[in-house]
Structure formats: C-alpha cells, structure tokens
C-alpha cells in the first residue's frame, strides 16, 4: 500500500494560509480564523454495547439487569472509571476519562439513528449515508462540499484506513491515505473463525491451539480474561496518521476512520477488552499527534446500534437500540454525560429489550457540522436530507 | 454453477475469479490447459531473458561490485520481476490448472530461488513449463542439463578423479546431483539402488557444467572434467562422454520405480495425502505403456472418479491459499506483491523450498497451529481489499455449491462487510480443495 500524501513535514505553497489570515475575524473575540477547525469521525462497526462502555451504575436496576457486564463501582478492584456519580467508563478508557476530566470528553448516552434496523449491513449503511433509506453518498461527503476548498492544499477531506467507507463517498473529491499493516482481528472475529472452523478435523484443532498459543481464550463464555491487550494496533497507526495528517497547514480538516470486533454475542466482558482499549489508546494517539490543533478539534465516535439490556446465554449481548456516542475534542463543551437519560426502568426499555433511543444521531453530527465547522443550515440539511425533525444539538462545542 | 465446474476450478485449477466463465465441460476444460500454445508469464521488453542476456546481467552486476559498487541490481530486478510476472499469471489469468502443474513440476525438480537468483525464472520458464503435458524424459532432460539445477545441486564443480583435471589433483567428485535425481526426481530408494550406483552415476554426470563467460551460454560440457570409461548404474552399462550421461537420464526417465514414484506423487497431489492405492496404479499403469507421457498421465488423473469424490479432500498449502484468495478477490496484477509477501509470512517462500525435496504436500504440514493464525491474519488484511464486496456474493461465485450453509450464516451475522468477507476467506471450505 503506497501512502497518496506527501511526506510528513513537507510544506507546500502557504496561499491558502495566507488567503484564511486576511479574512475578518469571526464575531466572538476568540475564535480561530474560519478552515481552521479539525473534525474526525471515528465509525465503530459491529455495534458498540454503550450500557458497557459508559455504565450507568448509579441506576437502580443497572445491576439486576446486566449481570456480570455491570463491573465493580468505581474506587473497586477492576471499577468503573467515574463520571460524576452516576455513569463510569469502562476501566480501559483511560485516555477517555482523562479528557472527560479536563473537560473535553462528553459521553452522549441513549443514540441512534432514526431507522430501525437490527441488521449490522443495513443499519451501517444507513448511519454513512444520513439519511432513512439507502443513497449511494455519505453525509460527510456531502458536508465536505459546503467547506471552502483552499488554494494550494490537499483535498480537506481524507480518509485514513484500506477501505473508503460509505460516509466518505459522494462528488466531493477526498485523500485517502493507509498506514502499513492490516493488523490481527478483533477478538470476537477471531473465536468466529475459530468456531466456523471447529468441525474440521484439521483446520479447526490447529486455529483454536494457534489462538490459545497466542493468548485468546476461544470457549464460548471465555472463562478467564483474554490476553492482555497489545499496545501500538493497527487502529493507533490510523488514529497517528490522521492526527498528523490533519495537524499540517496545508493537510486535510476533516478526516474518517474506523475500528471493528464490537459485535459481542458471546463472552463479551472478554472480547470487548481489546477493542476498548484500542479505540482508547487511538484516541489518546491522535490527541496527542495533533498537538496545537487538539484544542480546535472536534471528534465524533459513533457506532450503528446499541445492544440488548439483558445479556445473553453465551455471555453476550445482541443488536439493540439506544447506544452511546462521544464527541471528544479540546474544541467540546465536555465534563459531563449528555443526551437524555432514559432509565433501565421496567416500562421504559424499546420493546422491553434494548436502552430507548432519546437523541438522534444525526442532531450530534449536525450540531458539529453546524458550530464546530460552522458549515450555514441548508449545507447541513444537504448532508442529513429530510431530516427536519431532528434539531442540531446545541452547546457541543465550546463557545 | 454446478458442483463438477466447481472442483474443477478449485481441486485441480486455483480457485476462480468472481468473473470466470463456468465451464460446461469441466473436463474439456481442463483438457484444453494441457495445451503447449498456452502464455507464461508476461516479462517486460527490457528484462534480460534467455540465456546471454542473463549472463551477462551476471557479468554487469559482477563488474559494478569490482568497481565498488555495492549490491547486484539487475539480479534483484530479474528475480523480482519474474517472481512477479509468475505470481500475476496464476492471480489474473484462467489457465489454473496449466499453472498449478508447473508449480507442481517445478517443486518435484526444486531448485532454491536464493541459491539461483538470476537463474529460476528462466529455469521454470524454459525447462519446466514447456514439458508439463510432454514427455517426462524431456524435461528430465532439460533441468539437468540446466544451469539452475547444476549450479543448485553443485555438479559445476564435480570432477572425475581419473579425469585430466582430477588427475591434476585439486578437485573430485561431488555426488549432490547425482543423488537427488536418484533419491528424489528418479527412481527413488525404493527401487533398490546402492551407494556404488549413486557414485557410478555421479561419473557419469561429471563433466556436466556450465558456461557463463561467453558464447554459447548455458549447458556446457566439459571433457576435461569427464570421468573416463563406461559406468554401471542399477545393471545397465554406460558409455563415456556426454552421451553416456543423456542415455543415463532417459534410463531413468523409462524405470518403472520412476513411473510408480511420479504416480504416487501426482495422486497425492490430486486426490489425497494418503494415495489411494488403485489411483496409483491406474497413473502408473498410464506412464508405464505411454511410456513416461505426462499428457496422458494428466489426463487420466482427470478421469480418475477418485479425483473428484469427495471433495475438498485436499488441504490448501499457502501457495494454493493465497493465489485462492487473491483471485476470489479479483486482486489485479499490481497486488502480486501482497501474495509474494503472504507466502514469506505462511511459510512458503515462492521457488525457495529449504531442500532439494521441494514443498511438502500434505494437510499436516501446513496446518500447524501458528501457521494458521497467521493466515487468518493475512486474510484480515487483505479482505480490506474486498471492499464493497457482498461475502456471500463471492462465496457464490468463488466456491458454488462448495460453500457451506453455515459459512453463509457466519457471514450473514458479521459484524461489517468486511468481517464477513474474512469469515468466507477463513472457512474450512477455503482452506481446502
């Protein structure tokens, strides 16, 4: 795979800089010159169990409902990272916890989109494309078309990672750019494979003593907790070249990535160590490769659906609802859980199964789009078509 | 696509593109690779070829290095560039099982790719691929008498010690040829040979070498270093000279433990690690009366009921494995370096067996455990490349009704597109053929 960018540190011509310096300052004193807000996207895919990675431990029934996924209250062994009182991390999200203390962490809770879907394929294509029905476009291609372009720069668009990922596709031209090395599977994937393969007499025993040579635990309900989780993944090297990629003057402002293996049918508490710790450990990366810029970026972590309330007889948890997302940035109003919690009460889960959905996902997308790269309304609504009754959530970023 | 087309492409070709025609004769079909007008391997314009033109590469390089320069340059872009050119054929074109029998042929007369750099893209070009569906004596023939394999099994520097150079005193006799042809490309041990016939054969090929300084380029041989008088090799009597040695080689070619031991490694190459007994004699019984006729020997092994029932009793080695996955993925001709980097990481360096014996080819060889983790990984990789791609639209296309229901739930169920694309790359059905 050949990188489609210019070495780092190369400097091209300063026009577009030049032009941005000249413009009159934005009416609030302190705001950066326009074009200079950064705005990531990271896509989660398989469906993050959010009621597992920012736990509501304060709620009533949290315990009772969630059996061994609700882990010990934080100040325990193996507890919760603390959010204020009632919600805690996942004791992985360090980085993540250390930006919600210095304010620039906000864990939105009870997301989804505005479809229905408990299909991983239907329900990511319709989270890409913005909209309630298939389009051959994605909402952040289309957003990118309202920024200005700028003389002499790369495409302000890129997308980080082998694939082009549907909310990246569309007429506004992007950069593509793909760090070295596809990386193990997650976890889950790889007990998958382990059990498609386990009535084979040759390849199923040597994948299953392969994986545990190498640390995995491949039952079904992973008896005990899965190797410890690798530093420097392949999902560190995407958040790296994003950040840098994005930290350039002349590079792109908006930028994509993904992370797999959320998908936890089975031994969740296990197979989601890895995963967390890796999207974690990207994002604490690409904080620190932005640098001077982190105080003017914006992140959105989003992922298709949350999963079921109640775990499952293997361990696990199925497609859901209501989720979480982050927005996470030195340019958020963070500190504090956002959305509108619903409750776990008897009588307020969707369908008596799943957390029930109270934002939707594209206000979150739209408020950014609208104060954090101050894109005006029908830009937005070209991004997010027909999506009138879903308000951009306000106060998302910091004034 | 019905399930005859389909082993045909994956037991006996190298798995199908999505876009290959289903053959309504599978048969036929591969009938038809036996075919000699059949292209090899594409090479640009400007790379050295034939003989002269890689000797004197050779020569160039070797001049640079005396000036102080470093490295051979044109060794590295000729082995690369073959390896290439090779790696592409089999990716891209429809001619598999033409492809899967010249590897086949071209590890049964191993010769190592890092001991030959300049020399194994000729070698499988030229005294491989022409006779895969020939005359065994005539490829027997060719690789002997070529510079990759006297260089690789070190008969360049074997000398007759009753020979003008031997008598001189500074050199002898190097068995290393000798031997393997015997033990490994021949008639094998089974056929009772002794020590005294593997040196009399040894005299027979001294002589036997190369020239590499000037015209005419390749085999060469040297009566200076020629082993004087007539040789006995398992009770037939040689005379000197060259001739002695090419009458040596097509009484090898023509022994039935040579027929017996090239039919028990086609069939276990085609039917099963263990080779079904009656296989094996029905292809020994083919190259016994057709006299060593590797056309027809293919052609009974297509016949052969066994061949196709049951299938997927074969496991894939990693060569086999990745030129699978890069074609069910339509990779283009540039991604040939991802299946050049696949096989170093599966353990299967691309015409670089660590011995003589070449590549094994049995499940319990290349199933070990940590050889299978690494191809689940590499797979990961490359599935990327998939993008877009419905899974269960390749498993279709690629494996028909070779493709388990359980497969297709497993892909179904995937966390992304690109999950489930690995999950049909790692099934028990692709491992296999």
Request: proline share 8%; with cysteine; hydrophobic share 45%.
């Amino acid at each position: 795979m050949s990188a489609h960018l210019p070495a780092f540190g190369r400097r091209t011509a300063l026009l577009g800089l030049a032009a941005a310096l000249t413009l009159p300052r934005a009416r609030v004193a302190f705001a950066d010159a326009p074009g200079e807000a950064r705005f990531a996207v990271v896509l989660l895919r398989g469906g993050l169990d959010g009621l597992f990675a920012v736990q509501p431990y304060g709620e009533a029934d949290f315990r009772e409902l969630r059996g061994a996924l609700a882990l010990p209250e934080p100040g325990q062994e193996g507890g919760l990272l603390d959010l204020g009182g009632r919600f805690g991390l996942h004791p992985r999200l360090t980085q993540i916890h250390a930006m919600y203390a210095a304010n620039e962490a906000l864990p939105v809770h009870a997301v989804a989109g505005n479809w229905r879907s408990r299909s991983h394929f239907m329900a990511q294509d319709l989270l890409e494309a913005g909209a309630d029905h298939l389009m051959s476009s994605g909402w952040l291609n289309r957003a990118l078309s309202a920024l200005p372009a700028r003389a002499g720069a790369q495409p302000t668009g890129l997308s980080v990672g082998t694939d082009l990922p549907l909310m990246m596709r569309g007429p506004t031209r992007v950069g593509t750019y793909a760090p070295r090395g596809g990386g193990t599977p997650a976890p889950d994937l790889l007990a998958r494979i382990a059990e498609l393969n386990a009535g084979d007499p040759v390849s199923g025993p040597a994948i299953t003593e392969g994986l545990q040579a190498r640390g995995y635990a491949v039952t079904a309900l992973g008896a005990e907790a899965a190797a410890r989780p690798q530093p420097g993944g392949a999902f560190r090297a995407l958040a790296i070249a994003a950040g840098r990629l994005l930290a350039q003057p002349d590079g792109p402002r908006v930028a994509a990535f993904e992370l797999n293996g959320w998908d936890t049918h089975s031994a969740q508490v296990n197979r989601l160590n890895a995963p967390l710790f890796q999207l974690d450990e990207g994002l604490g990366a690409l904080k620190e490769a932005l640098g001077e810029h982190w105080r003017r970026t914006a992140v959105l972590v989003v992922t298709e659906f949350g999963r079921t309330v109640r775990v499952n007889g293997t361990g696990g948890t199925d497609h859901g609802t209501g989720g979480v997302a982050f927005v996470l940035g030195g340019a958020v109003a963070g500190g504090k859980v956002g959305g509108d919690w619903p409750g776990l009460a008897q009588g307020r889960l969707f369908e008596n199964r799943d957390l029930a959905p109270t934002t939707d996902l594209r206000s979150l997308a739209k408020g950014l789009l609208r104060d954090h790269l101050g894109l005006p309304a029908q830009a937005v609504a070209r991004a997010f078509p027909g999506s009138e009754a879903a308000a951009p959530t306000g106060s998302l970023v910091r004034a | 696509m019905d399930l005859k087309a389909a082993i045909a492409a994956v037991r006996f070709g190298q798995g199908r593109r999505p876009g290959d025609p289903i053959p309504a004769d599978p048969v036929a079909w591969l009938d038809s690779q036996l075919d000699p007008a059949l292209p090899g391997p594409a090479l640009p314009e400007d790379l050295p070829r034939d003989l002269p033109a890689i000797y004197r590469a050779f020569a160039e390089d070797t001049e640079r290095l005396r000036a102080g320069g470093q490295g051979r340059p044109n060794q590295g872009l000729i082995v690369r560039t073959e390896m290439l050119a090779a790696l592409t054929l089999e990716i891209t074109a429809n001619q598999g099982f033409r492809e899967r029998l010249v590897a086949f042929w071209a590890n049964h007369f191993a010769v190592a790719r890092a001991r030959v750099p300049y020399l194994a893209g000729h070698y499988t070009r030229e005294a491989i691929r022409p006779h895969v569906a020939g005359r065994f004596e005539d490829m027997l023939l060719a690789v002997v008498r070529h510079p990759a394999m006297l260089a690789y099994l070190d008969n360049t520097g074997s000398v007759g010690p009753n020979s003008p150079a031997g008598q001189r005193g500074r050199r002898g006799l190097n068995e290393n040829l000798a031997r393997e042809v015997l033990e490994l490309h021949t008639v094998t041990p089974a056929s009772g040979y002794g020590q005294a016939d593997v040196r009399a054969f040894a005299e027979v090929l001294t002589g036997w070498g190369v020239e590499g300084a000037r015209e005419p380029f390749g085999f060469a041989f040297r009566p200076n270093a020629h082993e004087p008088g007539e040789k006995t090799v398992l009770g037939r009597t040689f005379p000197p000279g060259e001739q002695g040695g090419i009458e040596a080689l097509r009484f090898l070619a023509h022994h039935d433990s040579t027929y017996r031991h090239l039919a028990t490694k086609l069939v276990r190459h085609f039917v099963a690690d263990e080779p079904p007994p009656e296989a094996v004699a029905t292809i020994h019984g083919v190259l016994r009366d057709t006299r060593g006729d590797l056309g027809a020997a293919t052609r009974a092994l297509v016949r052969l009921d066994a061949a196709w029932d049951p299938p997927l009793a074969k496991f894939r080695a990693p060569y086999d494995y990745i030129v699978a996955v890069m074609r069910a993925l339509e990779a283009p001709a540039e991604a040939s370096d991802r299946a050049f980097g696949g096989l170093q990481y599966l353990g299967q360096p691309l015409w670089n067996p660590a011995a003589p014996i070449g590549f094994p080819d049995t499940a319990r060889d290349w199933a070990a455990p940590e050889a299978m983790v690494r191809r689940i990984e590499w797979s990961n990789g490359i599935a990327t490349r998939g993008a877009g791609r419905d899974a269960a639209a390749v498993a279709e296309a690629v494996l028909g009704p070779l493709c388990r229901p359980e497969t297709l739930r497993a892909a179904a169920r995937a966390g992304s597109a690109r999950d489930a694309l690995t999950l049909v790359l790692t099934s028990p059905e692709f491992h296999r053929r």
